[in-house]
């Protein structure tokens, strides 16, 4: 009982992950009250397919607005900034910058939902936890000095 367990073990962690590289951000944390540029790096597609857009929700204690960057349209709306263009390959990666503001008041963490579009496909990077199948990047957040 004892070795199969074991055994399963060492099989689960030979496994692929399904999904290794997601979303990143850097830098990982910020001070409150000063202002930041934030990278969304994107390490990989949608399943295979290249990426035509990337939209992040704004959330509590973030102001932000996309950079531009050759070859996407930086996208402003509701709550919601982003990029579309590309498309950016599958196995290739690319950083969209946002800068901004960290708030005086801002939460000791803040998470920033993702939505990768590619074509008609999408991964949300929404999740909460690191080790969820599709997190969202999350800015650890510095007292003011
Ligand atoms: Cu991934």
Redesign the pocket.
């Known amino acids: 009982m004892k070795t199969t367990r074991l055994t399963a073990a060492i099989l689960a962690s030979l496994l692929p992950l399904?999904?290794?590289?997601?979303?990143h951000i850097a830098p990982e944390q910020a001070r409150r009250g000063e202002p930041v540029e934030l990278a969304l790096i994107v390490?990989?597609g949608c399943a295979g397919a290249a990426t035509t857009a990337l939209r992040v929700a704004i959330p509590a204690g973030l102001s932000a607005e996309p950079l531009a960057q050759p070859g996407w349209q930086p996208v402003i709306g509701n709550g919601e900034v982003g990029w579309q263009g590309g498309p950016l390959p599958d196995h290739d990666k690319a950083q969209f910058i946002l800068r901004g503001t960290i708030a005086a008041d801002a939460p000791e963490s803040i998470a920033l939902p993702v939505v990768q579009v590619c074509g008609d496909k999408q991964v949300r990077w929404i999740e909460p936890g690191a080790q969820s199948e599709s997190p969202a990047p999350v800015l650890q957040v510095l007292p003011a000095q």
Request: charged share 0%; glycine share 12%; net charge neutral.
């Open positions: 399904p999904a290794l590289a997601h979303i390490g990989h």
